[in-house]
């Protein structure tokens, strides 16, 4: 089969389209017919090899040679202690741990996979898994998200905030996003109240206050987020700057303890939430947003223009 290998941490060049031999399914796991795949940060972060991901997946050089975790496709073969899937259903989910995505096919045990609803395409389903994911445990599980709060996004116009202002704007929340220039126009098109470009306004200085705020970059102090914050504000993060993160997991429950104001963190659950987000897209409540798609042998221009953050919403692949 056909798949995007890397043997080296490097810059997208490193990338290279190969035959390698097709995967074979464990007694509980299927094979799967990838028709597409997304890019996400851990992918981006794992070809770059920055200290974190190389304790994952080798010091030197990478253990695991191809990426990609979000993945949707057709089950060609079945494991015997399999019982959830049959021959032929239409599957999505992230693989992340595993990877292996940008190859024509994967393997995956059942549990990692939710049936694909038939109206959703494969690349609306490769876009979903981790972003939709983060989406939703942000806001409703850490964030406990209810109606007419004020809502802020930072890093909004990524994966994780196109989904979240759908969400959001169920609960009728007033949704500020926060991200560069070339993203508001869409940004605004999708139902975002109000936009703020991070090059020329710092959110936690401009005097307004959130009931909650999600955030993808975490590249602000904890004491700033809590200023940003109203009383009894809950401040969450899925992800940004390590030491960052380091902060709000060390300052976070004394502000709590001294402001009633709330920092959390969250771990992602994969997968968890993939049959709601089936329930919502059939309910034409969710529309997964899409940067592409383009073709496996453009993987490598795909995480270029991803890794230079000029993606709006997911960047997918169709394989
Ligand atoms: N918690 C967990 O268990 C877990 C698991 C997996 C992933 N994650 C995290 O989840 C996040 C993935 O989010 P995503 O898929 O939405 O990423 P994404 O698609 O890259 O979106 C991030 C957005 O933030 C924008 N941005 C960059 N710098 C900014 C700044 N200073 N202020 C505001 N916005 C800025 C980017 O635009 P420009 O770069 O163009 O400016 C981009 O539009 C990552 O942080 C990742 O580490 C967490």
Redesign the pocket.
Known sequence: MKAIVYTKYGTPDVLELKEVDKPIPKDNEVLIKVYAVSI???DL?LLQGDLINRLMNGLLKPKIKILGSDIAGRIEAIGKNVKKFQLGDEVYGDL?GRWGGFAEYSCARENELALKPVAMSFEEAAAIP??GM?AIQGLHDKGQIHSGQKLLI????????TFAVQIAKLYGAEVTG???S??LDMMRSMGFDHVIN?KQEDFTKNGHCYDLILD????RSISDYARALCSNGIYVT???SMVRLLQALILGPWISMISKKNIR????KQNKDLAFMNELFEAGKIKPVIDGPYKLDEVPKAFRH?G???????VVITV
């Open positions: 996400n940060d851990w972060g992340s981790q972003a983060l930072n890093g909004a116009g990524g994966g994780v905030g926060v991200d560069n070339g993203k991070y993808v970059k975490t590249n899925v992800g940004g963190i969250v771990g992602l991803f230079e953050g000029a993606h709006k919403g997911k």
